[in-house]
């Protein structure tokens, strides 16, 4: 009994969190997660492998998953970062393609599976997903765009600038803050850097006192000289 009330609990919760995403009717968002199974990956655990077949459209729940390729010394470089209510994988793909890339949980990652067929017949037949579909994929576009206009135009210290305002949000109190304080491997990985460079450059910004450490956090304190720093 106790893991029917629990099943219910789940189901009405996905169907809650659909109608968020997609901006759909009750009913619609319903019709939508019947056709989903959720999965859950612990922090750091493989979702996809690059050259995998590509049958599955995933939509993020909860948590955050990374794509990452690998060059040849090794090194990986973060090509996408997916967050609540984005998609990866096979979304409105007509042919069965290989995985472009590893994408793994960055987090405890929660998530809904359609197959590749049911998820572009949802797109045929509700225009909420479409449109819904169509803003996820743009917001990745300009990500990626922005990402590699920094690359080819930032130095390697200025493109930490950039990712420490990006990664920035205010709280009440109208401070700009980091929460929890980053680690300094992934943010290196987002601007194909090291982490000794990133090392460096926090370390250089917080003697200036344009950035102020805590247990629980990085205060950006001076974000109009950070962005003058973006060179």
Do not use: K
């Not at 459209?57 to 060059?71: E, K, M, T």
């Not at 130095?155 to 980053?182: F, K, T, Y």
Request: glycine residues 6%; contains cysteine; proline residues 4%.
């Amino acid at each position: 009994m106790r893991s029917g009330v629990a099943q219910l609990s789940s189901d009405l919760a996905l169907s809650a969190f659909v109608q968020r995403v997609f901006g759909c009717s009750p009913e619609t968002a319903r019709a939508i997660a019947s056709r989903a199974t959720e999965r859950r990956f612990s922090a750091r655990a493989m979702v996809l492998r690059q050259g995998d077949t590509a049958e599955e459209a995933w939509l993020v729940v909860s948590g955050r998953a990374q794509a990452v390729v690998y060059g040849a010394d090794g090194q990986f470089v973060q090509l996408l970062e997916f967050g609540e209510g984005e998609l990866f994988g096979a979304i409105a793909g007509f042919e069965v393609e290989p995985q472009p890339a590893d994408v793994a949980a960055m987090e405890d990652l929660r998530v809904a599976v359609f197959p590749a067929t049911d998820f572009l017949s949802l797109i045929q037949n509700h225009g909420a997903v479409g449109l819904a579909v169509t803003r996820s994929l743009l917001r990745q576009l300009r990500r990626t765009t922005g990402r590699m206009v920094e690359r080819s135009t930032l130095s390697a210290a200025g493109r930490v600038h950039a990712e420490l305002l990006r990664m920035a949000s205010p709280d009440p109190d109208g401070r700009l803050l980091i929460r929890p304080v980053p680690v300094l491997a992934s943010i290196a990985v987002r601007i194909n850097s090291t982490r000794e460079t990133v090392s460096r450059t926090i370390s250089s910004l917080e003697r200036r006192g344009i950035l102020l450490r805590t247990e629980a956090a990085l205060e950006i304190v001076a974000p109009r000289r950070l962005r003058d720093m973006l060179v």
